[in-house]
């Protein structure tokens, strides 16, 4: 198979074109920041609507297509809702739109548990959309416009994808093991899954058949305050390492569950929170 991935030098993109490359097919990869040298690999720019479709118009003809891309940050979006709008919604959607008429066989737009408001653990798929934050309201809107499309087009909603490039992570393991504190949320929840967890699961929906919808989350919930002291315990340091913060204390907003219920889709078994965590503080250190 012929995959272009969209992102393709981003924590998911990276390694899934690796992956895909062991196990056989032929892998293209845009992103904004390329190797010169690779002409497998092409700059592509989500801000530029226009100049994103004159460069995908130009590749061969490829089979799949895996958007991994975007602006992700909370922040970032509430500071910069049109340029953010552009990248998230209408670059991706417009990509989504000329690869579906294409005849490409698939089109796999990766998504966020972001498209609801976290009051609920486990969320179905099938669930109301529910953002509270301008990042999730970007990516419902993608979700329904790319779904529209047609049959190829498929959605992934992953939770927080975790990888020892995680600027959280490496920035807590750099502290603790430099004896110095840490701040963690008790009132922020997060159900991570490690990237190559994440790249099973698009495996799956590109060469399977699954739902229009697929879900990725850990099979629980902790809080980034829990998931702290799992690792300042993990590097042998004393849990007073972690200090309890709330997310009022720096303006972010409480978010009490975030796992999605993903029982149904049994090709990939997920696990827990802290199991992920653990896995990749391992490889870590």
């Given at each position: 198979?012929?995959?272009?991935?969209?992102?393709?030098?981003?924590?998911?993109?990276?390694?899934?074109?690796?992956?895909?490359?062991?196990?056989?097919?032929?892998?293209?990869?845009?992103?904004?920041?390329?190797?010169?040298?690779?002409?497998?690999?092409?700059?592509?720019?989500?801000?530029?609507?226009?100049?994103?479709?004159?460069?995908?118009?130009?590749?061969?003809?490829?089979?799949?297509?895996?958007?991994?891309?975007?602006?992700?940050?909370?922040?970032?979006?509430?500071?910069?809702?049109?340029?953010?709008?552009?990248v998230n919604i209408s670059s991706q959607v417009e990509i989504a739109k000329w690869y579906v008429q294409s005849g490409c066989q698939k089109v796999i737009f990766?998504?966020?548990?972001?498209?609801?408001?976290?009051?609920?653990?486990?969320?179905?798929?099938d669930a109301k959309y529910s953002p509270t934050t301008e990042y999730g309201r970007q990516k419902t809107q993608a979700e329904e416009q790319i779904l529209g499309?047609?049959?190829?087009?498929?959605?992934?909603?992953?939770?927080?994808?975790?990888?020892?490039?995680?600027?959280?992570?490496?920035?807590?393991?750099?502290?603790?093991?430099?004896?110095?504190?840490?701040?963690?949320?008790?009132?922020?929840?997060?159900?991570?899954?490690?990237?190559?967890?994440?790249?099973?699961?698009?495996?799956?929906?590109?060469?399977?058949?699954?739902?229009?919808?697929?879900?990725?989350?850990?099979?629980?919930?902790?809080?980034?305050?829990?998931?702290?002291?799992?690792?300042?315990?993990?590097?042998?340091?004393?849990?007073?390492?972690?200090?309890?913060?709330?997310?009022?204390?720096?303006?972010?907003?409480?978010?009490?569950?975030?796992?999605?219920?993903?029982?149904?889709?049994?090709?990939?078994?997920?696990?827990?929170?802290?199991?992920?965590?653990?896995?990749?503080?391992?490889?870590?250190?």
């Amino acid at each position: 198979m012929r995959v272009l991935i969209i992102g393709s030098t981003g924590v998911i993109g990276s390694h899934l074109g690796e992956t895909l490359k062991q196990k056989g097919s032929e892998v293209f990869g845009a992103s904004r920041r390329i190797d010169a040298n690779d002409q497998y690999s092409f700059r592509l720019d989500l801000a530029n609507t226009a100049n994103a479709i004159e460069v995908v118009s130009r590749l061969p003809k490829i089979d799949a297509v895996v958007i991994s891309a975007g602006m992700t940050g909370l922040r970032e979006c509430e500071k910069n809702p049109e340029l953010s709008r552009i990248v998230n919604i209408s670059s991706q959607v417009e990509i989504a739109k000329w690869y579906v008429q294409s005849g490409c066989q698939k089109v796999i737009f990766l998504s966020s548990n972001r498209v609801f408001d976290g009051k609920t653990a486990n969320v179905k798929s099938d669930a109301k959309y529910s953002p509270t934050t301008e990042y999730g309201r970007q990516k419902t809107q993608a979700e329904e416009q790319i779904l529209g499309l047609g049959d190829a087009t498929r959605v992934i909603r992953f939770t927080k994808v975790i990888s020892e490039n995680s600027k959280l992570l490496v920035d807590w393991v750099t502290k603790i093991r430099a004896k110095e504190q840490i701040s963690a949320f008790t009132d922020v929840s997060i159900s991570p899954i490690t990237k190559k967890s994440a790249c099973s699961v698009i495996e799956s929906v590109l060469f399977g058949a699954s739902a229009s919808i697929v879900q990725s989350s850990a099979v629980d919930e902790i809080s980034y305050f829990e998931m702290a002291c799992s690792i300042a315990e993990q590097l042998g340091a004393d849990k007073s390492t972690v200090r309890q913060q709330i997310a009022s204390e720096v303006g972010e907003k409480v978010l009490p569950h975030s796992s999605l219920e993903c029982s149904v889709f049994t090709s990939v078994e997920p696990m827990s929170s802290l199991s992920a965590v653990r896995q990749i503080v391992k490889e870590m250190v």
